[in-house]
């Protein structure tokens, strides 16, 4: 199990995966803007014998991380493959010295909301209309990081 940068050549099986697992997925010039341009974007791959099991989005911010997408194979969720990336996520935030963590998370995905929990992330407030395929509200959620 490797966990390495997003490159180029991934961004075929990214979005993809992307448009199997979202209602609104990003589209590829999102991911090409990320990698290209974006210079406060990280992407980073989750990968097993040069299979791509998932993914996870990140703006390093200065002070803060804000997680911009996670998503993980269908087949392969419940393994543990998301928290992997969590882990990595809070590693690469502990390491820059950042203060919180936060995210957008539909209020209908418990599954995701569970997750966020089990690492201390917390609902601090509601963003009405979030979502523009069926103006869903978003939890605003924010782990506090130790310093």
Known sequence: ????QMV?????TVVALEH???STPWEKDAFEYELGKNVFSSILVLEEDGEILGYI?????????QITT??????Y???GYAKMLMDKCVEVTKHLGYRNINLEVRISNQ?????YKKYGFKIVTIRKNYYQDNHEDAYLMIKKMEV
Not at 1 to 4: A, G, P, T, V, Y
Not at 8 to 12: K, L, T, V
Not at 70 to 75: N, Q, R
């Open 20 to 22: 199997k697992l979202f």
């Open 1 to 4: 199990m490797l966990i390495r």
């Open 8 to 12: 180029w050549p991934d961004i075929d």
């Open 77 to 79: 969720q419940r393994n």
């Open 57 to 65: 989005g990140m703006w390093l911010l200065g002070d803060q991380t």
């Open 70 to 75: 996670l998503g993980v194979k269908k087949e």
């Open 111 to 115: 599954k995701a909301i569970n997750l």
